[in-house]
């Protein structure tokens, strides 16, 4: 059960695009649809931001976007906003009906 | 709204066992499996247990697997952690968090309960 990779940060200019990506393996992240995103500002809940690899939840700005390649899933971040700027994380369901988090990645907006 | 609060926190010595709550409003409890998960002072998340919608099966992550135990009352609308043989890495904000109806997916968090265990 090891942890997902993702970058440890990311950072990008007030509305350019940022991509984070998430590599797991084929037990994880390449074999199934359910991985999910999950934005954490800090001293908050995480919030659920992409589930099933590319679906957003009601009320998440269209500006966030989700693709899985293989066993990497990415979450595409466009228009950055300085409210954007929070830790990141995936999600993904296993073969062992288990769930592994990526390490997660912090957004810095310049 | 969906609810979920932990409670059952606090500052704990190591080696003794501790039982948190999460008490469920919002939706149907009895319908949605649910998790516990935890993160460290300034660390990621880390999942721990899952229990599927009517307590028959659970799954835990190795970190765990034969100390932390997870269960639930469906007729109060309740999870448990029963967390035995503490240790100080086991210091951390305890969340529960209810999976979508029929996928496995975590879409509400509770806000948190925190754990300090003293060697």
């Known amino acids: 059960q090891s942890a997902l990779t993702q970058p440890a940060s990311v950072s990008g200019s007030p509305g350019q695009s940022i991509t984070i990506s998430c590599t797991g393996t084929?037990?994880?992240?390449?074999?199934?649809?359910?991985v999910s995103w999950y934005q954490q500002h800090p001293g908050k809940v995480p919030k659920l931001m992409i589930y099933?690899?590319?679906n957003r939840p009601s009320g998440v700005s269209n500006r966030f976007s989700g693709s899985k390649s293989g066993n990497t899933a990415f979450l595409t971040i466009s228009g950055l906003q300085a409210e954007d700027e929070a830790d990141y994380y995936c999600?993904?369901?296993?073969?062992?009906?288990?769930?592994?988090f990526g390490g997660g990645t912090k957004l810095t907006v310049l | 709204q969906v609810q979920l609060v932990e409670s059952g926190g606090g500052v704990v010595q190591s080696g003794r066992s501790l039982r948190l709550s999460c008490a469920a409003s919002?939706?149907?409890?009895?319908?949605?499996?649910i998790h516990w998960v935890r993160q460290a002072p300034g660390k990621g998340l880390e999942w721990l247990a899952v229990?599927?919608?009517?307590?028959?099966?659970?799954y835990y992550a190795d970190s765990v697997k034969g100390r932390f135990t997870i269960s639930r009352d469906n007729s109060k609308n309740t999870l448990y952690l029963l967390m035995d043989r503490l240790r100080p890495e086991d210091t951390a904000v305890y969340y529960c968090?209810?999976?979508?109806?029929?996928?496995?997916?975590?879409?509400?968090w509770g806000q948190g309960t925190l754990v300090t265990v003293s060697s």
């Open positions: 084929s037990s994880d992240v390449g074999g199934y649809k359910y």
């Open positions: 919002g939706f149907t409890f009895s319908r949605h499996g």
């Open positions: 999600n993904s369901y296993t073969s062992s009906n288990t769930r592994v």
């Open positions: 968090a209810k999976d979508q109806l029929a996928a496995p997916s975590i879409d509400y």
């Open positions: 229990i599927s919608y009517d307590g028959s099966d659970k």
């Open positions: 099933e690899v590319s």
